[in-house]
């Protein structure tokens, strides 16, 4: 199986952007700046900066202290598991992004699961090669 180039990438995380209706900017691979369209103000129906500082505990799970955040709710149950959690929002009508915010060791990812949390929470697993690890990372619900 081939590699997508730069440029597919780049059109899929626009598309992407752009039909969630937020702003992105993306570097061409000439190095110049594509500034999108500026989404509708208060598209995002909850977000936030989880820190690499809420340590889990499974009973009960603790809450993590969002940074920069709105309309949401993280608890940590398990190491590398986070449950989100954002009022009349569920995965049966929404679903959720997630990035990392400092990943260092380069080895670590974040992806979307429903394997530990409440079935009406949106779970982010964090993993690397050895298995699952806390790490600090922005969610949005779009």
């Known amino acids: 199986m081939g ?4 440029s597919v990438a780049a059109l899929g995380v ?3 952007m752009a039909a969630g209706g937020g702003a ?15 989404g509708d ?12 500082s809420c340590t889990p505990n499974d009973s009960p799970p603790t809450t993590c202290t969002l940074s920069a955040s709105s309309n949401a709710t993280v608890t940590h149950p398990f190491t590398g598991i986070y449950c989100i959690s954002v009022p009349n929002v569920t ?6 992004i ?26 982010i697993q964090v993993v690397n090669s050895v298995g699952n690890v ?3 990372f922005f969610f949005a619900v779009p």
């Open 3 to 6: 590699r997508l180039s730069k």
């Open 98 to 123: 997630a990035t990392l915010e400092d990943n260092v060791a380069a080895d670590r990812i974040a992806y979307v699961s429903s394997v530990s949390c409440p079935q009406t929470t949106f779970e």
């Open 134 to 136: 806390d790490q600090a």
């Open 41 to 52: 103000p208060g598209t995002a129906r909850g977000y936030g900066s989880v820190p690499s």
């Open 14 to 16: 626009a598309a992407l």
């Open 91 to 96: 995965p049966v009508n929404s679903g959720a």
């Open 24 to 38: 992105y900017a993306l570097a061409s691979s000439t190095g110049a700046t594509i500034q999108g369209p500026k």
